[in-house]
């Protein structure tokens, strides 16, 4: 059974609609982990060699975070420098680094609805092309990286419906990781 890490980087949890209900879903799931970064550091100290050792144990990252001005949120990026070092996470001579072949799924959230992330809406531009940041360090640091799961609208214009239904379908792809 593959072991799935749940890595959250929203700032308060317990305040979003969105986050939290996709951290719900799988939070039963025997083979998940939640790691809450925020929860964990509030005061931004990572301990670098606790984090690697999660990440060591797991066979399935999954990095959860809403779009902060396009981007991550200011823990996980700091989580980013802090643990994905040369030589464990990365090399540069291309000799395996000790998150080789790992399967890693970026799940963010956006806060307006998905037409605003087209090259004709109000950001001129994909929700990809703004985080590509995330496909360029899963592969430096050689994962299996896995299609982005994407919510769009948790501030404005989603339903009820199809949070649940988004929810649904996020315990569906984790769930799919056991086998």
């Not at 305040?15 to 790691?35: F, G, I, M, P, W």
């Not at 956006?110 to 004709?120: F, I, L, M, R, S």
């Amino acid at each position: 059974m593959s072991k799935v890490l749940l890595v959250v980087g929203h700032p308060d949890l317990s305040r979003s609609k969105a986050n939290k209900a996709l951290v719900d879903a799988v939070r039963e799931l025997a083979h998940v982990t939640v790691h809450d970064l925020y929860a964990t550091y509030p005061d931004f100290q990572i301990d670098i060699d606790a984090e690697q050792a999660l990440l060591a144990d797991h066979d399935v990252v999954v990095f959860q975070h809403p779009v902060f001005w396009y981007n991550t949120t200011p823990l996980l990026k700091q989580w980013q420098d802090k643990v994905f070092t040369l030589g464990w996470a990365f090399t540069m001579d291309g000799s395996p680094s000790r998150l080789a072949g790992k399967k890693a799924v970026v799940a963010v959230t956006a806060g307006v609805p998905a037409e605003h992330y087209t090259p004709e809406g109000a950001n001129k531009t994909t929700l990809e092309t703004l985080l590509s940041n995330w496909h360029a360090t899963l592969r430096l640091c050689q994962f299996d990286i896995q299609p982005m799961v994407k919510l769009y609208g948790t501030a404005f214009g989603l339903s009820d419906d199809d949070l649940n239904t988004a929810a649904k379908q996020y315990n569906e792809l984790l769930a799919s990781f056991a086998a």
